[in-house]
């Protein structure tokens, strides 16, 4: 029987109850520490408004950066968070805990990083378009602004949590995520700011590619850091 109840444990309708289970308890537990999200979105805040005041009041100059100033700062607003995505389960002894449930690890990468997009990722693209007013951004690109975010945030989430895992239980944990992360970022980067431009430049057309390479990006980074956090979870938990 001990070589058959692991296999009835983790059966798909067991490991998808699991699944809800966490992404539900984990929400709860971030709505009850909104003081995190709130550091995100207020650093994501400041960064932005630091802008025109440190370019001067040039519109034009701050409408034609504006792409780039809203993704780098959210994409160092989203790394504020990434470090805790299995600290607190590490500490209080969760991440074993669930290294034994019926979900398997990489079920658990997936569940941390809907958590991470849901918390962190979504409130920054809706403050986006929002900021996006402090920088005379083209009314034109707002829409793609948003449309941009939403292919390219689930890559940052994905990314952060292969970073999270790999440096968890490490000194200077923040440190050598960002070293990990942010070159892994580029792409995402990249083509989310070339999507705005090219709604900005009046190109029929321009941002389309750009949004279907950022979704494609999202998607390929999802698919790989399941299997990777998993791993470096697993190595973690032994």
Request: hydrophobic share 60%; glycine share 10%; proline share 6%.
């Amino acid at each position: 029987m001990s070589a058959v109840e692991p296999r009835l444990s983790r059966s798909p309708p067991a490991a998808g109850v699991a699944f809800k289970a966490l992404v539900r308890r984990d929400l709860k537990l971030a709505a009850r520490d909104s003081g995190s999200a709130g550091t995100v979105i207020g650093f994501y805040l400041i960064v932005v408004a630091l802008m025109p005041l440190g370019l001067g009041p040039d519109l034009d100059l701050l409408a034609r950066i504006a792409p780039g100033i809203l993704w780098i700062a959210l994409l160092l607003a989203a790394l504020l968070a990434t470090a805790r995505m299995f600290e607190v389960d590490a500490e209080d002894g969760s991440l074993d805990v669930l290294a034994l449930s019926p979900l398997p690890l990489e079920g658990v990468a997936l569940a941390k990083i809907l958590v991470h997009w849901l918390t962190i990722g979504l409130p920054l693209l809706i403050a986006a378009p929002v900021l996006g007013l402090l920088l005379n951004l083209d009314i034109r690109a707002f829409g793609v602004l948003v449309a941009s975010m939403l292919a390219g945030t689930p890559a940052i989430s994905a990314i952060g949590a292969v970073g999270a895992a790999l440096t968890l239980n490490t000194r200077k944990g923040g440190l050598l995520i960002a070293l990990l992360v942010l070159p892994l970022y580029i792409p995402t980067l990249i083509f989310g700011i070339s999507a705005v431009s090219g709604a900005t430049g009046g190109m029929e057309g321009a941002a389309t590619a750009p949004l279907l390479i950022s979704s494609a990006i999202s998607l390929g980074a999802i698919v790989v850091s399941v299997w990777g956090t998993a791993a470096a979870l697993s190595a973690q938990v032994r």
